[in-house]
């Protein structure tokens, strides 16, 4: 159990673009937000934890057989994610955006992290590392220690870009910092295309 609590911390720890993500959403729109969003990606954790602990065996091959294909669709997403991100925020000016409710951004972080590629190629990589639970009590046993790992760290993340939200106040600051994540979202994707291809 503490060996999935472990991994979830470190899954969730990684820089990537659902970290930055969350970050930009805490600074935008405060922690409770940014926890909703790191919810959602733990969740997904949770849900890859299972298939991976309960069916690992059998999934591998049949990432592996796709692999590419899969890493080019996810990496393209994330591509248009940050060119997304980036025209909202060129936008920003013309007319005012209202509040969100901060569960609003639970799913759209959930979905994103499915199909992250980062997520994707992590799992593969450990799921011959990772026990067969052999049962499914056992599966989920193992992936609430996953989840459990990996939400404390995105609570964390949530609270540091929370925190910078607050210490930069001021709409030229907060857009500042989703351009900077936007950014780095179209960067990921764009590391992505290259690599896979």
């Not at 911390?9 to 937000?33: D, Y």
């Not at 796709?66 to 080019?72: G, L, Q």
């Not at 980036?86 to 969100?100: G, K, N, T």
């Amino acid at each position: 159990m503490w060996k999935a609590f472990v991994f979830g911390a470190v899954v969730a720890g990684s820089i990537g673009p659902i970290a930055l993500l969350i970050f930009g959403i805490a600074a935008r729109q405060g922690f409770a937000a940014g926890a909703f969003a790191g919810l959602g990606a733990a969740l997904a954790d949770l849900l890859y934890a299972l298939a991976a602990f309960w069916l690992g065996a059998l999934l591998l091959p049949l990432v592996t057989a796709h692999e590419t294909s899969i890493r080019v669709a996810c990496a393209a997403l994330l591509v248009g994610l940050g060119l997304t991100l980036l025209l909202r925020q060129a936008r920003a000016d013309e007319a005012p955006v209202a509040p969100r409710q901060a569960a609003g951004s639970l799913l759209p972080i959930f979905v994103l992290t499915i199909v992250n590629p980062m997520t994707l190629v992590v799992f593969a990589a450990v799921v011959p590392q990772l026990p067969v639970a052999g049962s499914f009590g056992n599966a989920a046993w193992l992936a609430l220690g996953l989840f459990a790992g990996s939400f404390l760290i995105q609570v964390l993340i949530a609270g540091c870009g929370a925190a910078l939200g607050s210490a930069l106040p001021g709409a030229g600051m907060r857009r500042a910092i989703n351009v900077a994540a936007a950014t780095g979202i179209l960067a990921f994707g764009a590391y992505g295309l290259v690599d896979a291809l």
